[in-house]
């Protein structure tokens, strides 16, 4: 059974920086794509950023593009997402998934994704 923990979220004000982690167990991790999503009050869920753990191929959103980047740790099977230049319309509840069919190249469809964690809030002030 995999089991993912996020953490890292918190009260920054805009312009600032957070960074995510999303600490991953269980059997197949290697042979998948982790990605993150994030949903605003009101809002349906959208994707973020996601990264194969095999390959390190990368994808993200366009909204996020230069300012965000994703990144695996293989010792602490971990996967981080460092948030810059944050914007108040980050503002959401984030959260990090597990795509157990996509080793090389990850996907932003979020019914891809087959595991996630309990998310945690991001909230930047203006």
């Known amino acids: 059974q995999v089991q993912l923990v996020e953490s890292g979220g918190g009260l920054v004000q805009a312009g600032g920086s957070l960074r995510l982690a999303c600490a991953a167990s269980?059997?197949?991790?290697?042979?998948?794509?982790m990605g993150w999503f994030r949903r605003a009050p009101g809002k349906e869920r959208d994707f973020v950023a996601a990264?194969?753990?095999?390959?390190?191929?990368?994808y993200y959103a366009d909204s996020v593009k230069g300012r965000f980047t994703i990144s695996r740790d293989n010792a602490k099977n971990t996967v981080y997402l460092q948030m810059n230049s944050l914007k108040p319309e980050d503002t959401a509840g984030y959260y990090c998934?597990?795509?157990?069919?996509?080793?090389?190249?990850?996907?932003?469809?979020?019914?891809?994704?087959?595991?996630w964690g309990q998310g945690t809030q991001v909230t930047v002030s203006s």
């Open positions: 269980g059997r197949g991790i290697r042979r998948s794509s």
């Open positions: 998934a597990l795509d157990d069919t996509r080793p090389i190249i990850p996907t932003n469809l979020e019914s891809a994704y087959d595991y």
């Open positions: 990264i194969a753990w095999a390959s390190g191929n990368t």
